[in-house]
């Protein structure tokens, strides 16, 4: 009798696990700690996730972010999220919008290791769901041809419908930096659970994949960035593929 | 208590940059859309920071794919750029806003 109760209670702690990551953001984006003064960037990044399953196929996330480097070491940056749940009967929606900002103590190159200091509020459309605070290290380090970036959050409801601990995220970007205009990378990213039951895996999303990068220069008007990937879900929690992307025009002032 | 704590650790971490040693200095000038010299020789193996004034009215970008740096000078201005400890060898850089003029090379030996 105890062992029949398992399949069960493990596939209600998994929707339970799945409602309250609901309030956690899906970005597929890895963040540098450089920060350019006077630059002004408008951003699109999205992802579409599709697995066997219903419950867990048809999610997609739409960010537009406008960011700006106020000086050397403040990046500020403004973000509107559309997304769609996964699940058969999700409607895109508009979810959430969010005010962040990038503290860069150091100047890129400085330390061994260039870090800077992440902090965003969302605040979330719907008035039943609770907003969020997010913050964390974001670090990089050249390492002969490649470059390794590493971005590690927490992200904690906050308000009048908030619950539950912190949850821990990561993203980070190994990139081979072969060309400007084309760099290919692997980049990661996964969602630990709270920080109260982050040991068991089943709790955990994590997603793996290749992506190529690169930067195409028109001069005085700026730059286009852009990324275009594919990630592998490794847990049940987690999407079997999702298809990611980012569009990015940067220009300086 | 707790708040004199976070205000000493924030001040720590902004007067570090300060502190932390960010190699010699070396300088490159920007005039008519040229950098002078062209050809910078840095000492190889050592962290350095390269000096780059823009005595062009107009901003220029100091980009390096070889040395991984891009920021941008105004006219009139100057930046500092950190960079190495570099392996001996060349590293080309340009102008980004006038390639076809603005280019050079750092020289680690």
């Given at each position: 009798?105890?062992?029949?109760?398992?399949?069960?209670?493990?596939?209600?702690?998994?929707?339970?696990?799945?409602?309250?990551?609901?309030?956690?953001?899906?970005?597929?984006?890895?963040?540098?700690?450089?920060?350019?003064?006077?630059?002004?960037?408008?951003?699109?990044?999205?992802?579409?996730?599709?697995?066997?399953?219903d419950?867990?196929?048809?999610?997609?996330?739409?960010?537009?972010?406008?960011?700006y480097?106020?000086?050397?070491?403040?990046?500020?940056?403004l973000?509107?999220?559309?997304?769609?749940?996964?699940?058969?009967?999700?409607?895109?929606?508009?979810?959430?919008?969010?005010?962040?900002?990038?503290?860069?103590p150091?100047?890129?190159?400085?330390?061994?290791?260039?870090?800077?200091?992440?902090?965003?509020?969302?605040?979330?459309?719907?008035?039943?769901?609770?907003?969020?605070?997010?913050?964390?290290?974001?670090?990089?380090?050249?390492?002969?041809?490649?470059?390794?970036?590493?971005?590690?959050?927490?992200?904690?409801?906050?308000?009048?419908?908030?619950?539950?601990?912190?949850?821990?995220?990561?993203?980070?970007?190994?990139?081979y930096?072969?060309?400007?205009?084309?760099?290919?990378?692997?980049?990661?990213?996964?969602?630990?659970?709270?920080?109260?039951?982050?040991?068991?895996?089943?709790?955990?999303?994590?997603?793996?994949?290749?992506?190529?990068?690169?930067?195409?220069?028109?001069?005085?008007?700026?730059?286009?960035?852009?990324?275009?990937?594919?990630?592998?879900?490794?847990?049940?929690?987690?999407?079997?593929?999702?298809?990611?992307?980012?569009?990015?025009?940067?220009?300086?002032f | 208590?707790?708040?004199?704590?976070t205000?000493?650790?924030?001040?720590?971490?902004?007067?570090?940059?300060?502190?932390?040693?960010?190699?010699?200095?070396?300088?490159?000038?920007?005039?008519?859309?040229?950098?002078?010299?062209?050809?910078?020789?840095?000492?190889?193996?050592?962290?350095?920071?390269?000096?780059?004034?823009?005595?062009?009215?107009?901003?220029e970008?100091?980009?390096?794919?070889?040395?991984?740096?891009?920021?941008?000078?105004?006219?009139?201005d100057?930046?500092?750029?950190i960079?190495?400890?570099?392996?001996?060898?060349?590293?080309?850089?340009?102008?980004?806003?006038?390639?076809?003029?603005?280019?050079?090379?750092?020289?680690?030996?």
């Amino acid at each position: 009798m105890k062992f029949s109760l398992l399949p069960a209670a493990l596939a209600l702690a998994a929707t339970a696990i799945l409602a309250a990551a609901s309030g956690v953001r899906a970005e597929f984006k890895v963040r540098s700690p450089v920060v350019e003064k006077d630059e002004l960037s408008l951003e699109q990044v999205g992802s579409a996730g599709y697995s066997r399953s219903d419950r867990r196929s048809n999610e997609l996330s739409v960010v537009h972010e406008l960011e700006y480097g106020v000086n050397d070491h403040l990046l500020i940056e403004l973000e509107g999220e559309w997304a769609r749940e996964a699940g058969p009967g999700s409607d895109r929606r508009f979810k959430a919008t969010t005010l962040g900002g990038m503290i860069a103590p150091f100047a890129q190159g400085e330390l061994w290791l260039d870090g800077a200091f992440w902090i965003e509020y969302g605040r979330v459309n719907a008035t039943t769901d609770p907003d969020t605070v997010k913050f964390g290290p974001v670090l990089q380090k050249s390492l002969g041809p490649t470059t390794v970036t590493g971005n590690f959050y927490m992200e904690k409801q906050v308000g009048i419908h908030s619950s539950g601990y912190p949850v821990a995220t990561y993203g980070a970007q190994w990139r081979y930096d072969w060309l400007k205009e084309l760099a290919p990378a692997i980049e990661v990213f996964g969602q630990l659970g709270d920080v109260n039951g982050m040991n068991n895996p089943r709790n955990q999303q994590h997603r793996v994949g290749p992506v190529l990068t690169g930067t195409l220069g028109v001069g005085r008007a700026g730059e286009f960035k852009y990324e275009l990937g594919y990630l592998a879900g490794l847990t049940n929690l987690t999407a079997d593929h999702t298809v990611k992307w980012k569009a990015e025009y940067e220009i300086a002032f | 208590m707790r708040m004199r704590t976070t205000l000493a650790l924030a001040l720590v971490a902004f007067a570090l940059p300060a502190l932390a040693a960010d190699g010699d200095a070396y300088e490159l000038v920007i005039k008519n859309h040229r950098f002078s010299p062209d050809r910078l020789e840095i000492p190889a193996g050592k962290k350095v920071t390269l000096v780059v004034r823009n005595l062009d009215d107009t901003p220029e970008e100091f980009e390096s794919h070889d040395l991984k740096r891009e920021k941008v000078v105004k006219g009139g201005d100057e930046i500092r750029v950190i960079v190495g400890p570099l392996n001996a060898g060349e590293y080309a850089f340009v102008g980004e806003y006038h390639e076809d003029t603005a280019k050079g090379v750092v020289v680690a030996k």
